[in-house]
């Protein structure tokens, strides 16, 4: 499996400060809805000014005690939480809606992003990564947008409007005040800033953690088929152990944060008491004065804890930032570039064409060259791994050739619309693909069209697959399964033989597309392509013996390089390599 490979993912570096230019850019892609947020933070401080209102009625409230309670005061007084409650809520779920809409925004992104990559991305990073990128990452940046910035906004204003109103009321208190916050802060922010780097972690752990829980749930059978549940149990534990052990240590810093916020500030405020308590019998402060400002220190104590925790926030978004900008950056296939071109009755070739993958740079094809005329079969033979299903990755263009080029009618394929050029192409592959789903939606899948019941059943019946599926209960409505587990090998070959039927390709490619059934399956797909390649221009990699034969044009490749082409017999004669390929691979 992937995930036992050293070079199985890319690794992350890890941010040491937040890229707020970055960040930013990131937002604006989503296109949010800005109003929302304005006019949530605008609701979200009418009413953080409402509740800073309050301590100063309840000053005059207190001092006006001796006259009798001043009933409409204290309608007033009330009258203020009721407004700034609901001001309040209204605020918070504006901002709520704000951040759900930038998160869809930015999940939908992500997810256009995903299915447009190159497939090279996909053979370097695990799915568990890209889905975790696309779950849990996004949360964070929601986390940040929606809740602790305006949380942050609100804070500091409350934090910084009490500080106003409290100097004027009594500068020498505030004072005291203004030298003590400073400090708890102080004290917080080597916690805070561990507290961030641990979430930095707990994120990149978990990310590991998708992608070997999907790589292994999604191969459960090879796990099974391996007796391998003891070992993906002890890699699973591993994994599960290292999430713990930086949760302990989140736990820690967390469970610490709140009683050092907690004790720091009660220090502050037992400390301001005695102090007010002196000033109210020497007489030099009223007792209204005395409440007023416990309130206003009340209103301190919880903006201060919010700003610590918005930094943390902030360290932890910064890292889920920098991965998803990171997988936005990275390069996607252009689907609509270029011109679109028929490529019936034209000649495909390949002239000169040198391939490595980017992450090692070893060669894969040195010089490849072959010439696939209107409606023949070119069978390609030779040993594994000696380069044949990257000839046919080339010519879907899910990788660019090093050099040299691949053409068709002499026009460079890498010229021309991309999708236009995969619509004209139809691909069976050895281990055909099925998508969890109906029959119907597995054949028209990827399809633009509508199609009526007769045309499915009509390709159906042309790949030998129309009987079985009438036999199932649902018929072309039958769910087939996650990797079309429901069906058989041989069916799932004959759906997929159906579904390039649908297509109508002009060129037919087919990688091994019996090697792995049984004689009766493997007689009725041969049956199947016999019908799909009249017309049609065909590449086939060959593992039949009778494919070989009959190809009109056989090309052998061995360590990434063609080392013979002609008919069968003429290889036999020429080409002493294919003639021992012959005799050991076929028992001839």
Request: aromatic residues 8%; glycine residues 8%.
């Amino acid at each position: 499996m992937a995930q036992r490979l050293a070079a199985a993912r890319t690794p992350q570096a890890t941010p040491s400060k937040f890229d707020l230019k970055g960040f930013l850019h990131l937002i604006r892609q989503t296109a949010p809805r800005y109003w929302q947020l304005w006019l949530g933070l605008v609701l979200g401080l009418l009413a953080t000014g409402a509740q800073l209102l309050v301590p100063k009625f309840a000053q005059t409230l207190i001092n006006g005690f001796s006259h009798g309670i001043n009933q409409t005061l204290l309608v007033g007084v009330i009258g203020l939480f009721l407004l700034s409650a609901v001001i309040s809520a209204l605020s918070g779920t504006l901002l709520g809606i704000f951040g759900e809409n930038v998160v869809a925004n930015l999940r939908s992104t992500l997810w256009h992003k995903l299915v447009r990559l190159r497939v090279s991305y996909f053979d370097n990073v695990k799915t568990g990564e890209m889905t975790s990128r696309l779950v849990n990452d996004s949360t964070q940046v929601k986390e940040l947008l929606a809740n602790s910035f305006p949380q942050m906004v609100t804070s500091l204003m409350q934090l910084v409007g009490a500080l106003v109103i409290m100097a004027l009321m009594d500068w020498k208190m505030t004072l005291i005040m203004a030298v003590a916050v400073p400090i708890v802060l102080l004290i917080m922010f080597p916690i805070m800033k561990a507290t961030g780097r641990i979430g930095r972690q707990r994120q990149d752990a978990l990310a590991d953690f998708n992608g070997t829980a999907d790589e292994t749930l999604s191969e459960v059978r090879l796990v099974k088929s391996s007796n391998a549940e003891d070992f993906e149990t002890e890699t699973g534990a591993g994994q599960i152990k290292k999430l713990y052990q930086i949760g302990l240590k989140e736990a820690i810093y967390d469970s610490v944060t709140g009683p050092v916020m907690t004790a720091s500030m009660m220090a502050l405020f037992v400390g301001v008491l005695v102090y007010a308590a002196a000033r109210v019998a020497s007489g030099t402060m009223t007792m209204g004065t005395l409440v007023s400002f416990l309130m206003y220190l009340f209103q301190i104590i919880g903006p201060a804890g919010t700003l610590g925790q918005f930094f943390t926030t902030l360290s932890k978004a910064s890292g889920a930032t920098e991965r998803i900008r990171d997988l936005l950056n990275e390069p996607e296939e252009a689907l609509t570039a270029g011109e679109s071109h028929s490529v019936a009755n034209q000649t495909l070739a390949m002239s000169q064409v040198d391939f490595a993958y980017a992450d090692d740079g070893q060669p894969v094809l040195r010089d490849v060259n072959f010439e696939a005329k209107p409606n023949t079969v070119v069978a390609f033979a030779g040993p594994s791994g000696g380069g044949k299903s990257t000839i046919f990755g080339l010519l879907e263009r899910y990788y660019e050739p090093t050099s040299g080029q691949v053409t068709i009618g002499g026009k460079n394929v890498a010229d021309l619309n991309l999708t236009d050029w995969r619509s004209q192409i139809g691909y069976v592959s050895q281990d055909s693909a099925i998508m969890a789903g109906t029959i119907r939606d597995n054949l028209t899948y990827g399809s633009k069209q509508s199609f009526t019941d007769d045309a499915l059943w009509h390709v159906l019946k042309l790949a030998s697959a129309d009987k079985f599926v009438r036999e199932m209960a649902a018929g072309l409505d039958t769910q087939v399964g996650e990797r079309g587990v429901k069906v058989s090998g041989g069916q799932r070959q004959r759906l997929a033989i159906a579904r390039a039927f649908l297509r109508d390709p002009k060129i037919l490619m087919l990688d091994e597309a019996t090697a792995s059934l049984d004689s009766e399956s493997e007689a009725m797909v041969q049956q199947a392509l016999g019908e799909l390649m009249k017309g049609r221009t065909t590449l086939v990699i060959a593992h039949r013996l009778s494919t070989i034969v009959d190809a009109d044009n056989i090309y052998f490749i061995e360590n990434g390089h063609v080392s013979g082409h002609g008919s069968h017999q003429e290889l036999m004669a020429n080409t002493p390599l294919y003639r021992d390929y012959v005799k050991i691979q076929f028992k001839e």
